[in-house]
Structures are given as structure tokens and as C-alpha cells.
């Protein structure tokens, strides 16, 4: 195509398509050997009657799954206690994310998100031209309820907040969640990525309240990340409106036949859950005695303040050159820690090897925050 058509077709395009950065191909293919720890799955096969419905599933590849994912919808509200109305089902909970965004907002206005949150969300906002406005977590990460009252939260079309939050890993009492949500009249998206490692959930608030819409995923508590089963659960009339909005067979066969039957045997990741929370205490501890301090988490992951004087950025590096994965966040207030996911025993095992390993390398390779012997003797002859 020449430049002049090009352009011709590029200044055709929406104002909001035509500031979107070009993606680049030269991220490179991941390295399977690597112990990835920087994207909080869930690293156990599936039990073994779900497989089953998995490949059985394969059988009937070439048919398009069922349309508006009804068999599937129908078997989740029978698992959350709700009719088939309140629950939309989509390809993974980042889909519904996008929908909620597209159905929710014009370009000029504002969505506001607890900070720091799941930093994806900053990307739907610009991709609907919307401003994010961010609102800091109260003290010992709590919800600051009546900030979220008043503008500029008050002026947003939705609040969005995780229960228990990515990256920080904590969880506000419901009670405080029900607060906001009684008392306010936007919507409020609850994401419950999370909820299944914490020791409490929202979902029944929406029989109570219209303006509250809860998302789940299959991705983190149920090990199918790389299959996408996610949910919205709320009121009839906002969840239909979505569901018109879906593209047309968002889900596949196999996702349809997995999110089935893993709600028909939730009892069987009783053993996958018990373990998440065992290592994730056991690597809080060991963490601690490494000079990181971590947040006490009710997720399958952890954000770890790294020792005293040193970077996330540079732990993160000195982990995966150990061919350990592990998150970092270059956000204002999020310089010094790194996010580590929960894994098997042996995964956490080897990037607490390597952790240790680290300190006690690291006080010799990173400059700590401490003035030269020139400048400690200029500062004492002052
Ligand atoms: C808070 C939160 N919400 C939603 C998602 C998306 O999950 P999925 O699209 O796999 O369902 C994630 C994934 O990391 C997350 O951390």
C-alpha cells in the first residue's frame, strides 16, 4: 500500500484507534523452562473427571459451542443460588472486563479504580478514550468509603475494585463493600478474581442491590487460565444488556464443557486451595527472614517489599537470569516490591533458593542508600 493511501485509511480511523500505539512483534516467545511465577495461575493439572469432560469435549469440535452460553450460565446459577439471568459467561473474566468498558463508557468519561489495582484496567479506559481516575487504598489498605462518595469518584460511570486486590493481595470486610455499594448510586464492579483463597465473598449482595456486578474467574482458583472460563453475576437488566453486546460465540466447546463440570466438583480443589494458602504462609515466613517485607495475603500470590536499600526492578532481573518469573510493577509507590505467584511446593521451593542465593549476593552488588566515606566525613565537618 503506498504511504499517501496509508495515511488516507489511517485518518479515516477513530480518534481513539489512531492514538493507539502500533504493537511491535519482537516480544519474544516465553521460555517454557523458566519457573513462571509472574502471572498468579494456578499450576496443577486439572482433576481427573474434568479432564475427561475436557476431551470429550474435543469430540464435538466441529460444532460451534452453543450460543449465549446457555448450558453454561444455567449450571452456574444453579451453583451461586441466582437465576440464569443474573449471570453472563464469557472467555475469561478480561473478556467481561472489556464489555463492561464498552457498554459503560464514551469517550470524555471517567471510570475511577481502587490503587493500586489490576493495572489492565487502565488500558480499557484509554481504549474508550475515558479517563482513570485513581483512588488511593485508605489506611492499612482499607476502603475508603465516603472518599469514594465524592468526586471525583462520584462523577465516574463505575467503580472498579478487586476483593481481595491485585497487586497488594488484601481483602476489605464485605460489610465496608455493602456500605459503599447501599450508599452510592454508580455501579460498582466488584472483581472477585481472587475470592476463593479469601475468607469471604460478595456475591449475594446483588439480590440487594442493582448497582453491584461481580466478576469471577476460573483462571486463578480453578486452573484454567489457559482455557478462559470467567463470569459476571448482577441484576437482569444490566447482565442482558451486556450479553447483547457479546460477540457471538465468545466461548469455546472446551471452555463450555470444563466451566460445567468444574462447578459441578468445586469440592475437588479443596486439596489444590489448602496447599495455595500452606506455601503461601510457609514463603511469607521464609521472605521475612530474607528482609522482605510482605503483605499478609488472602490471594495465590504475594507482593514482597524487597530488602532495605534495593530495587524491585533489579530483583526481578537477578530472579529471572535464576530463570525465575516473577511480577514488578514500575508504578509510583510500587518501585521496591515485587509480586510473586503461589505454585507447587518445588516451584516455591526453587525461587526460595534462588531468593536466598540473591541476598546474599545482593549486599555486595547494589549500592545501598548510604553517603561515601568522602561525603560521610564532609557531612560531620558541617
Ligand atoms: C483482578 C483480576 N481480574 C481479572 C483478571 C483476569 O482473569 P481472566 O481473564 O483470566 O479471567 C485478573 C488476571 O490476572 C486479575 O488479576
Known amino acids: 500500500m503506498s504511504d499517501a493511501k496509508l495515511g488516507t485509511v489511517l485518518s479515516s480511523l477513530s480518534q481513539v484507534a489512531r492514538q493507539l500505539d502500533v504493537l511491535l512483534s519482537d516480544k519474544p516467545a516465553p521460555d517454557a523452562s523458566c519457573v513462571?511465577?509472574?502471572t498468579n495461575e494456578n499450576p496443577f493439572p486439572l482433576p481427573t473427571v474434568i479432564m475427561q469432560s475436557a476431551m470429550a469435549a474435543l469430540e464435538r469440535q466441529y460444532l460451534y459451542p452453543e450460543d449465549d452460553n446457555v448450558s453454561l450460565r444455567q449450571a452456574a446459577s444453579e451453583a451461586y443460588g441466582v437465576s440464569k439471568d443474573q449471570v453472563i459467561a464469557g472467555n475469561g473474566s478480561s473478556e467481561l472486563l472489556g464489555l463492561i468498558y464498552r457498554a459503560f463508557l464514551v469517550p470524555g468519561d471517567s471510570v475511577a479504580m481502587m490503587s493500586p489495582g489490576f493495572s489492565f484496567n487502565r488500558?480499557?479506559?484509554?481504549?474508550?478514550?475515558a479517563q482513570?481516575?485513581?483512588?488511593?487504598?485508605?489506611?492499612?489498605?482499607?476502603?475508603?468509603?465516603?472518599q469514594l462518595l465524592l468526586a471525583p469518584a462520584k462523577n465516574a460511570k463505575f467503580i472498579l475494585l478487586a476483593n481481595p486486590n491485585n497487586p497488594t493481595g488484601t481483602f476489605v470486610p464485605v460489610a465496608d463493600i455493602e456500605r459503599l455499594v447501599s450508599q452510592s448510586d454508580r455501579m460498582i464492579v466488584l472483581d472477585e478474581a481472587y475470592v476463593d483463597f479469601a475468607p469471604d465473598n460478595g456475591l449475594h449482595l446483588i439480590n440487594c442491590y442493582p448497582n453491584l456486578l461481580v466478576l469471577r474467574t476460573f483462571s486463578k482458583s480453578y486452573a484454567t487460565a489457559g482455557i478462559r472460563v470467567g463470569f459476571g453475576l448482577g441484576h437482569p437488566e444490566v447482565i442482558g444488556r451486556l450479553r447483547n453486546l457479546q460477540n457471538v460465540f465468545n466461548m469455546n466447546v472446551i471452555g463450555h464443557a470444563v466451566g460445567?463440570?468444574?462447578?459441578?466438583?468445586?469440592?475437588?480443589?479443596?486439596?489444590?486451595?489448602k496447599h495455595i494458602k500452606h506455601e503461601r504462609q510457609r514463603v511469607t515466613m521464609a521472605l521475612s527472614k530474607l528482609g522482605f517485607s510482605v503483605i499478609p495475603s488472602h490471594a495465590n500470590f504475594l507482593l514482597a517489599r524487597v530488602p532495605a536499600g534495593q530495587e524491585g526492578s533489579w530483583w526481578q532481573a537477578a530472579l529471572e537470569r535464576q530463570k525465575i518469573l516473577v511480577a514488578f510493577f514500575p508504578d509510583a509507590g510500587l518501585e521496591n516490591y515485587i509480586r510473586i505467584s503461589i505454585g507447587t511446593k518445588d516451584e516455591m521451593d526453587e525461587f526460595l533458593e534462588a531468593a536466598s542465593d540473591i541476598a546474599g549476593t545482593a549486599k555486595e552488588t547494589i549500592p545501598l542508600c548510604r553517603p561515601s566515606a568522602a561525603a560521610a566525613s564532609a557531612l560531620t565537618n558541617r
Open 36 to 38: 513462571k511465577l509472574n
Open 260 to 273: 460445567i463440570s468444574v462447578l459441578g466438583h468445586r469440592a475437588a480443589y479443596a486439596e489444590n486451595h
Open 132 to 146: 482513570f481516575v485513581e483512588v488511593e487504598w485508605g489506611q492499612d489498605h482499607s476502603l475508603p468509603v465516603e
Open 123 to 129: 488500558k480499557l479506559a484509554s481504549l474508550q478514550g
